[in-house]
């Protein structure tokens, strides 16, 4: 049976740019793949069709020598003038699924790398602080033990004067291919455990793993209104790579101390203050401390429950990474008279004498409602 034109295989003209190539053949090759027509010998004999028209045409030599000489350009013997399509065609075909189906198969996957230097772990590092400090910011030295790269062998792994070298089973690849009919398996290389290289003569200093454990100072800034689990990275502080490879990242998390007067919501500050009974009731001033370390007078007007909030605009916590800030709330706690003295006995015994409804409004009007509440029950 005569082959078919492989451009009409692949419905494309031929003028065709390598793009319109591709879309052409990631969409008819997911339409006729075997995973999604198994049994159908049709669509995996068109699939095969589909696989060889596009090895052929997305290749610029190949294709030229296709648009000069059709279909006889390959037929000078498996290993011809063409390239052909002999032993390494099913592994040019895995490297074209790697490219084009990854997301087909169950994730995307980046380009082919050498995997013998690998990325170092990620680090994390838990630091207490006060609220005067998350309120003012602050430069804080910190020690990390972490690995860092080996510096008798500069993080190679093998003795300083040598070099790793490729791995002779996977060709460095850290990958090994095993073909089963017109597909290929990848596993992982066993001699080299997927890095691409064997270290022959590992460095003494560090066992060949390149790097060693170190304890490191590092400076943190922290911003002015940091709050409790806020998370600082420093790119690259991590520990260091293998053979060589990036270093990972630290992670720092913040904790904030509690305070002895203040607590804080967002970026809003409260503070509980107690007040005399006089100064609640005839009213005055009292002095309350803030974050920035400075001292303010509040106006407490007579007659001041407890419970009552004063605002001081501007006095929270500054908004991370803002120029804006949160407010202070002044909660006044009136505070009852204790260990009184025989006079200050007298003089409030003498005050209760004096008193009537409308100094204590809320306690008459409740004893009031109390005794209706008794009389109600008895008649």
């Given at each position: ?10 419905g494309?003209?031929r ?9 052409a ?8 793949h075997?995973?999604?027509?198994s049994g159908d010998k049709?669509?995996e004999?068109?699939?095969?069709e ?9 290749d610029p ?11 006889a350009?390959f ?10 399509f002999g ?10 699924f790697?490219d ?8 995307r ?5 050498r995997?013998?230097r690998e ?24 020690r990390v033990?972490s690995?860092?790269?080996?510096e ?16 002779p ?10 073909s ?8 992982t ?16 200093h560090c066992s060949?793993?390149g ?14 209104g940091v ?6 990275r420093?790119?690259g502080?991590?520990?260091a790579?293998?053979?060589g ?23 809003d ?8 009974m006089i100064t ?8 309350v401390?803030t ?13 001041t ?11 929270g ?6 120029k ?13 008279p ?13 005050f209760?004498?004096?008193s ?18 008794f009389?109600?029950?008895?008649s």
């Amino acid at each position: 049976m005569a082959k078919r034109d492989y451009y009409e295989v692949l419905g494309v003209s031929r003028g065709a740019g390598e793009q319109e190539l591709k879309s052409a053949f990631r969409r008819l090759a997911k339409e006729c793949h075997p995973d999604r027509n198994s049994g159908d010998k049709d669509a995996e004999h068109r699939f095969k069709e589909i696989a060889e028209a596009y090895e052929a045409l997305k290749d610029p030599q190949k294709r030229a020598a296709y648009d000069q000489f059709g279909h006889a350009a390959f037929d000078g013997g498996r290993g011809g003038a063409g390239g052909g399509f002999g032993p390494d065609f099913a592994a040019s075909m895995s490297d074209i699924f790697d490219d084009l189906f990854g997301e087909f198969m169950g994730g995307r996957r980046g380009p082919r790398q050498r995997s013998g230097r690998e990325r170092g772990a990620d680090l994390r590092y838990n630091l207490e602080i006060s609220l005067g400090e998350a309120y003012l910011g602050k430069s804080a030295q910190i020690r990390v033990p972490s690995s860092v790269s080996c510096e008798k062998c500069a993080g190679s792994g093998a003795k300083p004067g040598t070099k790793p070298t490729s791995c002779p089973t996977c060709g460095g690849l850290g990958k090994v291919r095993a073909s089963q009919g017109f597909f290929t398996i990848e596993r992982t290389c066993p001699s080299c455990h997927g890095r691409g290289e064997i270290i022959e003569d590992p460095c003494p200093h560090c066992s060949g793993s390149g790097r060693v454990v170190r304890e490191r100072t590092l400076s943190v800034n922290i911003p002015p209104g940091v709050e409790d689990g806020t998370r600082i990275r420093l790119a690259g502080e991590g520990e260091a790579g293998l053979r060589g490879g990036p270093a990972g990242d630290l992670y720092i998390f913040l904790t904030l101390k509690p305070h002895e007067l203040f607590q804080r919501d967002g970026a809003d500050v409260f503070c509980m203050a107690p007040i005399s009974m006089i100064t609640a009731a005839l009213g005055g001033q009292i002095e309350v401390p803030t974050l920035d370390g400075s001292v303010t007078r509040v106006k407490v007007p007579e007659g001041t429950e407890t419970g009552k909030q004063f605002r001081l605009k501007g006095k929270g916590m500054p908004v991370l990474r803002s120029k804006a800030s949160g407010d202070m709330y002044i909660q006044v706690q009136v505070e009852t008279p204790k260990n009184l003295t025989r006079r200050q006995r007298e003089l409030l015994e003498e005050f209760e004498r004096e008193s009537h409804n409308d100094t204590s409004p809320e306690s008459a009007g409740f004893f009031s409602k109390v005794k209706e509440f008794f009389e109600g029950r008895g008649s």
